[in-house]
């Protein structure tokens, strides 16, 4: 219980500081709905969201996790011709 309490804590204190750098983001339809703008405001460099359809809490089960995966190596594989 006190671990659980700690946590909530610590969310309730925690401040998002911005991050200068780009973020590519994998979200669910449900959580992006929720939070997109609060997101937004922190990725000072860029922000490139990839939505999945679903719940947060199905993203690693059939069928989503199909197409996690697909996004997740279409954004590897874009990053590795930039380096080329």
């Not at 659980?4 to 911005?18: C, G, K, M, T, V």
């Not at 959580?31 to 000072?44: D, G, I, N, P, Y």
């Not at 860029?46 to 690693?60: P, Q, R, W």
Request: aromatic share 12%; net charge negative.
């Amino acid at each position: 219980m006190q671990f659980i309490n700690s946590f909530y804590a610590a969310l309730d204190n925690y401040e998002p500081q911005p991050y200068r750098g780009d973020i590519t983001l994998f979200l669910s339809t449900d959580w992006q709905r929720k939070h997109s703008t609060a997101l937004s405001q922190l990725a000072v460099g860029g922000l490139e969201v990839y939505e999945i359809t679903g719940y947060h809490d199905n993203l690693f089960v059939m069928p989503q996790v199909e197409i996690l995966g697909k996004q997740l190596r279409n954004c590897l594989e874009k990053l590795n011709n930039c380096k080329q």
